[in-house]
């Protein structure tokens, strides 16, 4: 099974491969392949495979109340 997180986006052209587990708040670029790795929440990943290429700026922006 995979898992998506919340606020993520998954853009145009993504692999999301079984057991793949992307948490809240990350961007999968185009064209990526994702297995199962470990992804730190507000990441950015992309590639073949996919990698994290950096963390976006969103902590706590969408904490819920």
Do not use: H, Q
Request: hydrophobic share 40%; net charge positive.
């Amino acid at each position: 099974s995979v898992e998506i997180g919340e606020n993520c986006w998954i853009t145009t052209g993504c692999f999301i491969l079984p057991g793949a587990r992307i948490p809240d708040g990350c961007v999968v670029l185009p064209k990526s392949v994702v297995g199962v790795m470990k992804i730190p929440e507000e990441s950015i990943i992309g590639g073949n495979p996919a990698r994290v290429i950096g963390k976006r700026a969103l902590i706590g922006a969408f904490k819920k109340y």
